[in-house]
Structures are given as C-alpha cells and as structure tokens.
C-alpha cells in the first residue's frame, strides 16, 4: 500500500519492535501514537509478518491513514498519520 504519490512522509517519531510478537508491535504504536500530536506520521518497523494484518485492521478502525507499507528482508515496516 502506497500513497498517490508514490513517496512516503517523513516519520516524526520512530518505533522500532524488531523481535517482538503479535500484539506487542501493535500495542507500542498504540502507546506511541497517543503521544504523538494528530497528523504526525509514526514509522514502526515489525519482525512479526502478523503485524501487517494487525495494523491494516487497527488503521482502518482508529481512523488513522497507513500511508505505507513495506517488507524487505523479513522486516515490516509502517508508516502511520494520527487522526
């Protein structure tokens, strides 16, 4: 998944959870997300393949915007826009 553009925002906070299973990845973003001021674009990098099920489903029912997505050498990463 890609915005229009093609490109991807800028991260203003970085969450790394390499490591971690289903549902701590999630549950960090969501601690840090809750930080964070509404437009800021988290990036969140998961070793977890589940994750990509998990924080498709979280964006579209929290209302954020997954600008993108991304998976190279086993690692998931996510670029998520705060409602």
Avoid: I
Wanted: include cysteine; aromatic fraction near 8%; charge should be negative.
């Amino acid at each position: 998944m890609t915005d229009v553009q093609g490109e991807w925002p800028a991260a203003d906070a970085v969450l790394d959870t390499s490591g971690l299973n289903c549902p701590l990845p999630l549950l960090k973003a969501k601690l840090e997300l809750n930080r964070l001021a509404s437009g800021a674009v988290l990036q969140v990098a998961a070793t977890d393949a589940g994750s990509q099920r998990d924080f498709r489903a979280f964006a579209r029912l929290a209302g954020h915007a997954l600008v993108h997505e991304e998976e190279a050498g086993g690692v998931y990463r996510y670029w998520l826009r705060k409602a």
